[in-house]
């Protein structure tokens, strides 16, 4: 293996996100601050909230004065307040009523009804009873005004929590929107100048001070500091940063100053395209939900039916009064309210709990599908390894010692912009080796790099380094080209002393990845376009026992349909251009954020980081959800089939009657049950279970 020594080619760090997090096409959008839906969600907020607490108010006077409230509680009225229910329960209609009254004419119109329509229905047929009633037109028990109240408020109620569920699932733009810092101290001939980011160019240099967010994507060109990610990976530990490695909007040096060259703004940024996937994510529909829609679809014409037989079957047996009251109970139970909020609202916080934890999920129906995953396909270079040179191993003669080998191989590197160069002095300093410093510095493409340290010659090298020394290599690295790792030897004074191995390393947590997919019985299998011998070494390190080696970047979507046709439900995890079309043929794509953009466009769920265990969080994720959704299902849906016979009238013989009001109550009481269900999911913790343990243990 030869050991060039030309210009070097700089590797971005492992989750550098050297690349804007995003997919091709949305780049125009990703920029958008505006956040139009969500703003939306904010404005019918504050609308239902306002609105909720003025028709409460107006609400008392109207339960109190209400004919048949007094009746059931056994108080009078006196005859001046009797008209007070009637004309404060006509504002209640009119005013509080509109959003219903509105959205059930939409659905008139769009022949598509639903929840609105069935509210707008019984408060009109409330509303027109209880004046039939306090004019002596109709019969006095069919007076409404203290149920029409509290049926108003309730919804009211219900929809303010249910907008304020809604905006609270989006707050994930809001956050990441409010990473960027609100003034960049930019570099001018003349010393420095705060402005907008907004106001940045590629190109600009900007310093970040210690504890200072970085205003744009770049690269540092001056300094080195910790950098916290974890607003955008995911990974709470900050991760060191130095001259040339890329650095991400948003994120923050929390140590040092550092200078950084504007690399991207805007809409190119990382962040902008990390809020465009959010956003397209929460915009998505899903299987669950198209199927939740058709349930409440069907819920309405369900809820017709009853309320027809209903007015049918109580003015048959002669109580036509009863059958105004249990049709008005029937359609106001019957409200698709909780069912229709079942299963966006637990994708929507699953979508946002998952960005905040570097999960970002383009397609929902990807995250509802990793749920029967059982194999993941796990592409090798920078997915499970770091995708960069590493000193994997050290072989010497027998009078020297491998510390020592490696100070004066680190020493002779010490000058060279080689990659494999960078590797060996990478590995002096992490065993916090003194490396001296050399003179006569010389490298020879394809041959190595000599240097005098400490009064000695050394050189280090491939074999043609050996051939020109007339020297023999040592007979124990023949296992290590079986491994094909990348072998170079140290020379001292014209002798050999020692062999260095150098490998695309395996990540560490790419090991806890595999034991915990394992765990949770999902198989894993690795695919390379690396020899038999490299893929088979690399699998054993990690534990997996099926490996595709050598396989050519047309060929991994094919080794997809292989494992399709076993009976298979495939995720495929890549980071490369290569690894595009088989994240395409897989069930679900996933890609490393650190990867491609087309590997990026072609994948239905992006991990941000670098982190092979953030598979398993995905996977826990997706189970989790699904478990929400039963569960809202069960109980929206489940609730209406039970409650709306007994509105009927079903055990009427037996003296027992559903009251509207109660009716009411617990339809709304059923949807602020979903609600509280899904925000359970909040507390999920989706951060890889062995850094989560790391991280309990530190605390």
Not at 246 to 274: C, F
Not at 637 to 647: D, T
């Amino acid at each position: 293996m030869s050991h060039d020594h030309g210009p070097r080619t700089t590797h971005p760090a492992p989750g550098a996100h050297g690349a804007p997090v995003t997919d091709a096409g949305h780049a125009d959008h990703a920029g958008d601050a505006d956040h139009t839906g969500h703003a939306d969600h904010a404005g019918h907020t504050e609308q239902f909230r306002r609105l909720f607490w003025i028709m409460l108010a107006v609400a008392v006077p109207v339960i109190a004065t209400s004919p048949m409230f007094a009746m059931i509680l056994g108080y009078e009225i006196p005859r001046p307040w009797n008209w007070i229910a009637p004309i404060l329960g006509t504002v209640m209609y009119a005013w509080g009523g509109a959003p219903f009254l509105s959205g059930a004419v939409s659905e008139l119109r769009s022949r598509r009804p639903g929840m609105m329509l069935l509210i707008g229905l019984a408060i009109t047929v409330a509303f027109l009873a209880s004046w039939g009633a306090s004019l002596g037109i109709l019969h006095h028990e069919l007076e409404f005004w203290w149920e029409l109240a509290l049926l108003i408020v309730i919804m009211l109620l219900g929809h303010w929590i249910e907008m304020r569920s809604l905006a609270q699932t989006t707050s994930a733009l809001d956050s990441l929107a409010a990473l960027l810092p609100d003034e960049a101290e930019r570099v001018d001939p003349d010393g420095t100048t705060l402005i907008s980011p907004s106001d940045l160019r590629v190109g600009d240099v900007v310093v970040v001070r210690p504890g200072g967010r970085i205003p744009a994507d770049g690269r540092i060109i001056r300094g080195a500091s910790s950098i916290d990610e974890s607003m955008i990976t995911g990974e709470s530990r900050p991760v060191g940063r130095a001259a040339s490695d890329p650095v991400v909007a948003g994120t923050v040096s929390t140590d040092s100053a550092i200078r950084v060259e504007i690399t991207a703004v805007g809409s190119e940024t990382t962040l902008a395209g990390i809020q465009k996937l959010v956003a397209d994510a929460q915009a998505s529909s899903s299987r669950a939900q198209r199927i939740a829609d058709r349930a409440a679809a069907w819920l309405f014409w369900f809820a017709l039916a009853a309320a027809v037989v209903t007015a049918v079957v109580w003015t048959v047996v002669g109580l036509p009064d009863e059958a105004v009251i249990r049709t008005i109970t029937v359609l106001v139970i019957a409200c698709p309210h909780a069912l229709g909020l079942a299963i966006p609202l637990v994708v929507s916080i699953a979508t946002e709990r998952a960005a905040r934890a570097g999960i970002l999920v383009k397609d929902r129906l990807a995250l509802e599908t990793m749920r029967p995953v059982d194999t993941v396909l796990f592409d090798k270079t920078g997915t499970l390894t770091k995708g960069a040179p590493a000193m994997t191993g050290i072989e010497t003669v027998p009078d020297v010692e491998p510390e020592e080998v490696l100070r004066l191989a680190a020493a002779a590197e010490s000058d060279s912009e080689h990659p494999l160069a960078r590797a060996i002095v990478d590995a002096a300093a992490q065993r916090d080796l003194a490396v001296p410093a050399v003179t006569d510095f010389s490298s020879s493409p394809a041959v190595g790099v000599r240097a005098v340290v400490d009064g000695r010659l050394v050189a280090v090298g491939g074999p043609n380094l050996l051939h020109e020394e007339s020297l023999d290599e040592l007979p124990s690295v023949d296992v290590w080209r079986a491994e094909g790792a990348i072998i170079l030897h140290v020379v001292a004074d014209h002798r050999v002393i020692g062999a260095l191995r150098l490998a695309d390393a395996v990540r560490p947590e790419s090991i806890v990845a595999v034991e915990t997919l394992r765990e949770r019985g999902v198989d894993v299998v690795m695919i390379t376009g690396d020899a038999q011998a490299v893929a088979e070494h690399v699998a054993a390190e990690l534990g997996i026992s099926r490996v595709f080696a050598g396989v050519r970047p047309a060929d991994k979507a094919s080794k997809v349909r292989e494992l399709h046709a076993e009976g298979r439900i495939v995720a495929m995890v890549g980071d490369g251009v290569n690894d595009a079309p088989a994240l395409a043929q897989a069930d679900v794509g996933l890609a490393i954020g650190a990867g491609t953009d087309v590997a990026i466009a072609s994948a239905g769920v992006i991990l941000a980081g670098d982190d092979p265990r953030t598979v398993g969080s995905v996977i826990t994720l997706s189970r989790a959800s699904y478990r929400k959704m039963t569960q809202n299902l069960w109980w929206a849906a489940g609730y209406n089939l039970l409650s709306v016979p007994l509105a009927a009238g079903l055990l009427a013989p037996w003296g027992f009657v559903l009251p509207m009001s109660v009716g009411a109550i617990l339809m709304s009481l059923s949807t602020i049950v979903v609600a509280a269900n899904a925000q359970i999911l909040r507390r999920l913790d989706l951060r890889p279970a062995r850094l989560r343990e790391l991280d309990d243990a530190a605390s």
